[in-house]
């Protein structure tokens, strides 16, 4: 298994990891208010990392690409989650909607998964 996909798999659980703490900390509370940020820590951190490991066991890539994807996402994951829970709890506050503008967490995650899908589609059209 090369480095690349050990990378994404090893940050997925920790992701999911979290994501279940928080889960059980909300329902322990009774407080659902993060349950968004909660999803996306889960979606976007352990699926998608778990995703995009795959693809690179499986097609074997390991390229500047794939590094600049794996940090450009899971740093945006890591500032776009926090960022959310801020905005979830400033109850639609504009200076939290400008937080999540400058922070940029959400820009990162889009280059991340732009760098993804350009070593997608250079895979699929060397296999045709």
């Not at 090369?2 to 322990?28: D, K, Q």
């Not at 699926?47 to 795959?54: D, F, L, Q, R, S």
């Not at 760098?115 to 045709?128: C, D, I, Q, S």
Request: charged share 5%.
């Amino acid at each position: 298994m090369n480095r690349i996909t050990l990378a994404f798999f090893a940050v997925a659980p920790v992701y999911g990891l979290i994501g279940m703490v928080w889960g059980i900390h909300m329902g322990m509370t009774e407080d659902h208010s993060m349950m968004p940020a909660h999803a996306h820590l889960n979606l976007l951190g352990l699926v998608v990392n778990g995703v995009m490991g795959a693809f690179y066991g499986l097609s074997g890539k390991q390229n500047k690409i794939a590094w600049a994807n794996f940090y450009l996402w899971n740093l945006g994951v890591i500032i776009m989650i926090p960022t959310l829970a801020l905005i979830l709890q400033s109850t639609g506050a504009p200076a939290a909607s400008l937080l999540a503008a400058i922070t940029g967490g959400e820009v990162l995650a889009v280059l991340g998964m732009l760098l993804f899908g350009v070593n997608v589609w250079t895979a699929f059209k060397k296999t045709a």
